[in-house]
């Protein structure tokens, strides 16, 4: 059993740039794969980025690449988003997940985090 909580959102001016943090318990964290989803009001959750267990696998959306960067450190059972450069359509609820194995669809996912609201105005 994993438990995910997000923090790090909030309101930001387009242009600028917020850190999100999902903090896992368990001992297991290392083992999973981590990714970040976001959902806007009335759409799909979609997939954002993913993070193999030991970091050195990556994957991201066409919208956040080259503007957001997914990390991870196992020591602090903790996996980050980076977001720089957001503009008004990122505005979202964004979730971090844990898959056995990277993925960028949503049922791969076992274990979810309750959200984190980013707002960004224009």
């Known amino acids: 059993q994993v438990q995910l909580v997000e923090s790090g959102g909030g309101l930001v001016q387009a242009g600028g740039s917020l850190r999100l943090s999902c903090a896992a318990s368990?001992?297991?964290?290392?083992?999973?794969?981590m990714g970040w989803f976001r959902q806007a009001p009335g759409m799909e959750r979609e997939f954002v980025t993913a993070i193999g267990w030991s970091g050195a696998s990556t994957s991201y959306a066409d919208s956040v690449k080259g503007r957001f960067t997914i990390s991870r450190d196992n020591a602090k059972n903790t996996v980050y988003l980076q977001m720089n450069r957001l503009k008004p359509e990122d505005t979202a609820v964004y979730y971090c997940?844990?898959?056995?194995?990277?993925?960028?669809?949503?049922?791969?996912?076992?274990?979810w985090g309750q959200g984190t609201q980013v707002t960004v105005s224009s």
């Open positions: 997940a844990a898959s056995r194995t990277i993925a960028i669809t949503a049922p791969r996912y076992d274990y």
């Open positions: 368990g001992r297991t964290f290392s083992r999973y794969a």
